[in-house]
């Protein structure tokens, strides 16, 4: 796979997928978008991974789009606007079984089958923001900062963020950060709940990487498939439906191989060896 403004490299189970514009700080381009969706796609569909992770290269996760795209829909006519915008991010296949919402632009990452966790390495803002919060999992340099940005450019809460930051990290939250397009630091966004940890600077992609084998290695794939596709989907539903899937997904993990192992690597005090059957 031929890539112009992204790294894919795959090693012990996990495929890091690296945005690499670092003297833009990483901002966002269609040519970017596309590259990263079929890293998606190809990580998903290898049965090597078991975890992906995205960052960014240089100093920054991602500034957001780039202001030459920001500056051509600023002074295009209302057709030219609507043509980008459909055509930025590309186009593929959908996943069968998954809800139209997650089959959308960006949100597609809830539909991927593996973990995916957000490595970021300095500022993640606008575009760079949303795709953090479409990942699994945030992880967060000390050194990283936050901002939606929206509000000070003369946009809105792009690409379902006002569904989804409510989620992770409460509504007053989520407004404050959506009309003042203040940024905060690393600290504020672990206070908040944004992240899930941070890390030295200087140790970072260790501590991610250190967390990506320990999934990779000690957890089921097909538990963890099945824990992520539950999650998703009961945002959907009421309580009475998702406990009726956890019995009927309970059953099925009783005749998987994975479960076999599992119960035998704990009884046989060893590391377990599972497959994601």
């Known amino acids: 796979m031929e890539h112009r403004e992204t790294f894919y490299e ?19 381009t269609a040519v970017m978008e596309r590259e990263v969706r079929a890293a998606m796609e190809a990580a998903d569909a290898d049965n090597d991974v078991r975890v992906i992770i995205l960052t960014g290269s240089g100093r920054g996760f991602c500034a957001g789009a780039d202001m030459s795209l920001l500056n051509n829909l600023a002074q295009g006519t209302d057709m030219e606007r609507a043509e980008v915008l459909r055509n930025a991010g590309g186009s593929a296949p959908p996943h069968q079984g998954t809800r139209d919402d997650f089959q959308k632009r960006y949100s597609y990452f ?46 809105i809460a792009e690409y379902g963020m006002a569904w989804l930051l409510p989620r992770l990290i409460g ?4 407004l404050d950060l959506l009309l003042s397009a203040r940024m905060i630091d690393s600290a504020e966004a672990l206070r908040i709940g944004l992240v899930n940890r941070v890390f030295p600077h200087d140790q970072f992609m260790d501590g991610v990487r250190a967390y ?23 945002q959907f539903q009421e309580l009475g439906e998702a406990f009726e899937t956890a019995e009927e997904e309970m ?15 704990f009884l046989e005090k060893r590391a377990p060896v599972f497959t994601g059957r």
């Open 171 to 174: 509504l007053p939250c989520a």
């Open 110 to 155: 809830p539909s991927l089958t593996k973990p995916v966790i957000a490595a970021i390495n300095g500022p993640a803002v606008g575009l760079g923001f949303i795709l953090t919060l479409y990942c699994d999992l945030r992880f967060a340099s000390d050194q990283s900062r936050f901002g939606t940005a929206f509000a000070r450019r003369g946009l």
């Open 212 to 234: 990506a084998r320990e999934l990779a290695a000690g957890v089921s794939p097909r538990s963890m498939r099945i824990i992520k596709r539950q999650v998703y989907n009961a």
């Open 251 to 265: 059953i099925e993990s009783l005749k998987s191989d994975d479960f076999k192992e599992g119960v035998a690597h």
């Open 10 to 28: 795959v090693a012990d189970h996990i495929a890091t997928v690296t945005l690499n514009r670092p003297a833009k700080l990483n901002a966002w």
